[in-house]
């Protein structure tokens, strides 16, 4: 079966200029559309939890299998092309899609370019953090970021995409190993990415600014409601310690994430 995005109008009322399918193979029926407007996309077909959020002119692949009848479900399962990252769209969000007349092709970024983007990719943060905001869990888009999602956001600004979760950006990055115990921040580069959480996995994830600080959105339970700037260190107040008690390490993004679909 080829994918065909004519063979699905959201709108029937509506004339839609991007009605040529973008088959991604022609052997599947598989076919690439493009958000007209920022969406949420769930962790399941009940659409109850949020998994992450799609801003306006993103990528996304869809299952003619799942969007043909989707008028007798809640939601469709989609997979963002940038991140390769699954979701559920709503039903109610299916008009806010269409058919991408060109397919998403991931840019190669050098070391260099990406390096001189960093100062960017900060400004972008102290921006956020200088707009009313809240911890949003699976917020990509703004106002409201979750710990990887501001990352995410952050370098893809510039360009530069980081794969979805806090574990998974862990795992793209370069790795710097820091020693907890003769903690040494020399090692570490402005535009670091530093890792938190459990022995077996990273489970928070903030931007380094630089002597011992990083930016970072983090939960009202275990830190600040919110993006604030906190310090690698076991001094300070409780969500200060707390998060140094939880530190794994540190990566550095040397590349622009190229989908595996």
């Given amino acids: ?35 007209t407007a920022n969406l949420n ?9 949020l998994a992450t959020q799609a801003a306006a002119r993103r990528h996304l692949r869809v299952s003619h299998r799942d969007l ?12 963002l092309c940038e991140d390769d990252y699954p979701g559920w769209l709503a039903r109610t969000d299916v008009d806010q899609i269409e058919c991408a007349t060109t397919p998403y092709q991931p840019q190669p970024i ?17 921006e956020k953090m200088n707009t009313p905001n809240y911890y949003l869990w699976g917020g990509t888009v703004g106002p409201n970021y979750d710990c990887s999602g501001l990352m995410q956001a952050a370098f893809a600004s510039q360009g530069i995409w980081l794969p979805r979760d806090a574990y998974q950006q862990e795992a793209f990055t370069q790795k710097i190993d820091l020693d907890k115990t003769q ?27 630089g002597e011992g ?49």
């Fill in 110 to 126: 050098s070391l260099a370019e990406i390096q001189s983007k960093l100062s960017a990719v900060i400004d972008f943060t102290y």
């Fill in 41 to 49: 996309l769930y962790d399941s077909a009940d659409c109850q939890a």
């Fill in 213 to 261: 600080r990083y930016i970072h959105s983090s939960s009202p339970e275990k830190g600040r409601n919110g993006i604030e700037i906190d310090v690698i260190s076991d001094q300070g107040d409780r969500v200060a310690q707390g998060y140094y008690r939880q530190l794994r390490g540190a990566g550095r993004v040397v590349s622009s994430y190229q989908s595996v679909a």
């Fill in 183 to 209: 903690l040494m921040l020399s090692c570490l580069h402005i535009g670091d990415l530093i890792f938190f959480g459990t022995p077996t996995k990273a489970t928070h994830v903030g931007l380094y600014l």
């Fill in 1 to 35: 079966m080829i994918g065909d995005c004519t063979q699905f109008t959201p709108d029937v009322s509506r004339p839609n200029d991007h009605d040529q399918p973008m088959i991604i193979d022609p052997l599947s029926d598989i076919v690439e559309y493009r958000c």
């Fill in 68 to 79: 043909n009848p989707c008028l007798d479900c809640k939601a469709i399962q989609v997979q």
